[in-house]
């Protein structure tokens, strides 16, 4: 399945849409937040803009599974000795890995054009986080992927993205909102995303809660990602 | 190769597959011909582990289709097969390829290097004739496999297919002629004749007598001796019949203004038309 796999990451890699969207929008998003409406801070902002954009990426691993089981390309693959899981595991990888360099986009603009200053092993670890921390998003993407067809699922994505970021505070921090809304927003998983950079910014390691929300979302939209996927496999 | 034993298949109320069996050796090329909604892509579905038939089983080289498929031991073109767009067709190739046992890389000519988007339909069944071919199979199972493509394509195609058992659905009757030495009619999701093309064609059996009559009188056409059909278009007429010489001489007694007669053996075409009870 190598072969497989090595095209879908040469696939996601050199998808230039992949770039512009989970890279350039949340650059332009970053530099209008911080730079023009002078809104936010810029280092909390700019970690919120990589874990937008990250998100962004997960999520729409199921889009491009929507689309190719709508296209019929799933048809064609289930009559090669291509298994089911191989399909998906080649696409959350690919998927994943093209998240990767967009988070190092909007961190080096942060860095370059927003003059956000921080010691170098925050530097490393920045990434890393925000990439784990969009996990939850990768399996959800999935469940969506199986459970809509073609441009459908891409319209239910972008609606639940727009306000999972919302929620999570990755437009305007969840500070902001009224007392009772701000709970539910800090166990949303968007938030707990942002939040383990956000801490990063001031040397903290992520918190018990924050890692126990994480996982507990995973395991749920990891769990609807296998019953939509068992109900429609090769579909 | 290829066994189905008893399958039926219905979607609600309609009847797809009414009790099926078939059983294809190694080095036949089979062609499945039959009318649309035939059966033909359910046939073929089921074969392949696509589809679950409501009865019966279905065995591809001994074992489940899907157990097969898995191990890489059969090359299948899919009729509705979606390709990747924006992808090089050369990578595409490829990346099937790799999966097979044995892979291998059928020469693309120069579609190789082009992107999937900018390809046309013919061009399109090609790059699917391709895959079907990656793994270097000794079993082909391919679903209309000519459709858009142009003569030389065609041509390859054929000749590609070579050393090979092959099953092809089609409803190109030539096709089945030049390039089948088996032919399995299925309608009504019935296998209603199966056998040689040539025992196909002489189970229908007799002659065809075309002619052109001004005065067109098909009642009169058909009680000529001999005559089993006669199917009329306009001022041409086509009788099949069990005893020529006896149709042709009643033919001209009858009738004074009959011209352009022709006679020839029965095709596939008729046999088609009379045991599906279908035209064309």
Do not use: C
């Given at each position: 399945?190598?072969s497989?796999?090595?095209?879908?990451?040469r696939r996601?890699l050199?998808?230039?849409?992949?770039?512009?969207?989970l890279?350039?929008?949340?650059?332009?998003l970053?530099?209008l937040?911080?730079?023009?409406?002078d809104?936010?801070?810029?280092?909390v902002s700019?970690v919120?803009?990589a874990t937008?954009?990250?998100?962004g990426?997960?999520?729409?691993?199921?889009?491009a599974?929507?689309?190719?089981r709508?296209?019929?390309w799933?048809?064609?693959?289930?009559?090669?000795p291509l298994p089911?899981?191989?399909?998906i595991?080649?696409?959350?990888?690919?998927g994943?890995?093209?998240?990767?360099?967009?988070?190092?986009?909007?961190l080096?603009?942060?860095a370059?054009?927003?003059?956000?200053r921080?010691?170098?092993?925050?530097w490393?670890?920045?990434?890393?986080?925000?990439w784990?921390?969009?996990a939850?998003?990768?399996?959800?993407?999935?469940a969506?992927?199986?459970?809509?067809?073609g441009?459908s699922?891409?319209i239910v994505?972008?609606v639940v993205?727009f306000?999972l970021a919302?929620?999570g505070?990755?437009?305007?921090p969840?500070s902001?909102?009224?007392?009772?809304?701000r709970?539910v927003?800090?166990?949303s998983?968007a938030y707990?995303?942002?939040?383990?950079g956000?801490r990063?910014l001031d040397?903290?390691?992520?918190?018990?809660?924050?890692?126990?929300?994480?996982?507990a979302w995973?395991?749920l939209?990891?769990?609807?990602?296998?019953?939509?996927y068992?109900?429609?496999?090769?579909? | 190769?290829?066994e189905l034993?008893d399958?039926?298949?219905?979607y609600?109320?309609?009847?797809?597959?009414?009790g099926v069996s078939?059983?294809?050796?190694e080095?036949?090329?089979v062609a499945?011909?039959g009318?649309n909604g035939?059966?033909k892509?359910?046939l073929l579905s089921i074969?392949?582990?696509?589809?679950?038939a409501?009865?019966g089983?279905?065995r591809l080289?001994g074992?489940?289709p899907?157990?097969t498929?898995?191990?890489?031991?059969?090359?299948v073109?899919l009729q509705?097969?979606g390709?990747?767009e924006?992808v090089?067709?050369?990578d595409l190739?490829a990346?099937?390829?790799?999966?097979?046992?044995?892979?291998s890389a059928?020469?693309?000519?120069?579609?190789a290097?082009?992107?999937?988007?900018?390809?046309s339909?013919?061009?399109?069944?090609?790059?699917r004739?391709?895959l079907?071919?990656?793994?270097d199979?000794?079993?082909?199972i391919l679903?209309?496999?000519?459709?858009?493509l142009?003569v030389?394509a065609?041509r390859?195609?054929?000749?590609?297919i070579?050393g090979?058992?092959v099953?092809f659905?089609t409803?190109?009757l030539a096709?089945?002629d030049d390039?089948?030495?088996?032919v399995v009619l299925?309608s009504?999701g019935r296998i209603?004749?199966?056998?040689p093309?040539?025992?196909?064609?002489?189970?229908?059996?007799g002659?065809?007598v075309r002619l052109t009559?001004d005065?067109?009188?098909?009642?009169?056409l058909r009680?000529?001796?001999g005559?089993?059909d006669?199917?009329?278009?306009g001022a041409?007429?086509?009788?099949r019949?069990?005893?020529?010489?006896?149709?042709l001489r009643?033919?001209f007694?009858a009738?004074?203004?009959?011209?352009?007669?022709?006679?020839s053996g029965a095709?596939?075409e008729s046999?088609?038309?009379s045991?599906?009870?279908?035209?064309r």
């Amino acid at each position: 399945m190598r072969s497989f796999l090595g095209f879908e990451v040469r696939r996601s890699l050199s998808s230039p849409v992949n770039l512009v969207f989970l890279a350039g929008f949340p650059v332009l998003l970053y530099l209008l937040w911080t730079k023009v409406l002078d809104l936010a801070s810029g280092p909390v902002s700019m970690v919120s803009m990589a874990t937008y954009g990250a998100m962004g990426g997960a999520l729409f691993i199921g889009g491009a599974i929507a689309m190719e089981r709508a296209s019929g390309w799933l048809r064609q693959l289930a009559v090669t000795p291509l298994p089911a899981h191989g399909y998906i595991v080649a696409k959350l990888v690919a998927g994943m890995l093209a998240v990767l360099p967009s988070v190092v986009i909007v961190l080096a603009a942060g860095a370059l054009l927003g003059g956000v200053r921080l010691p170098a092993g925050t530097w490393l670890v920045l990434p890393l986080l925000i990439w784990i921390g969009v996990a939850p998003f990768a399996a959800l993407g999935v469940a969506f992927g199986y459970s809509f067809r073609g441009q459908s699922a891409n319209i239910v994505t972008m609606v639940v993205f727009f306000l999972l970021a919302v929620l999570g505070g990755l437009w305007l921090p969840v500070s902001r909102m009224p007392e009772g809304l701000r709970v539910v927003a800090e166990h949303s998983p968007a938030y707990q995303a942002g939040s383990l950079g956000w801490r990063a910014l001031d040397g903290l390691p992520p918190t018990g809660t924050s890692v126990l929300v994480l996982v507990a979302w995973t395991a749920l939209f990891v769990v609807l990602g296998v019953w939509r996927y068992r109900r429609t496999a090769w579909r | 190769m290829l066994e189905l034993t008893d399958l039926t298949k219905k979607y609600g109320e309609v009847t797809a597959l009414d009790g099926v069996s078939l059983r294809v050796r190694e080095g036949e090329k089979v062609a499945l011909l039959g009318p649309n909604g035939a059966g033909k892509t359910t046939l073929l579905s089921i074969a392949l582990g696509l589809l679950a038939a409501d009865s019966g089983t279905a065995r591809l080289l001994g074992r489940p289709p899907r157990e097969t498929l898995a191990a890489g031991l059969a090359g299948v073109l899919l009729q509705d097969a979606g390709l990747p767009e924006e992808v090089k067709v050369a990578d595409l190739v490829a990346a099937v390829a790799g999966m097979y046992p044995t892979p291998s890389a059928p020469d693309l000519g120069d579609l190789a290097g082009r992107r999937v988007t900018t390809l046309s339909g013919g061009q399109r069944q090609q790059v699917r004739f391709a895959l079907a071919l990656a793994g270097d199979p000794a079993l082909l199972i391919l679903d209309e496999p000519t459709v858009g493509l142009d003569v030389d394509a065609r041509r390859a195609l054929w000749r590609r297919i070579q050393g090979r058992t092959v099953v092809f659905a089609t409803h190109y009757l030539a096709e089945a002629d030049d390039h089948a030495d088996r032919v399995v009619l299925l309608s009504g999701g019935r296998i209603v004749a199966d056998g040689p093309v040539e025992e196909i064609k002489a189970l229908v059996g007799g002659t065809e007598v075309r002619l052109t009559l001004d005065a067109m009188d098909a009642p009169t056409l058909r009680s000529l001796p001999g005559v089993r059909d006669v199917v009329v278009e306009g001022a041409s007429a086509t009788l099949r019949t069990g005893d020529s010489d006896a149709t042709l001489r009643a033919l001209f007694a009858a009738f004074d203004g009959v011209r352009n007669v022709r006679t020839s053996g029965a095709g596939l075409e008729s046999a088609f038309v009379s045991l599906t009870g279908e035209e064309r």
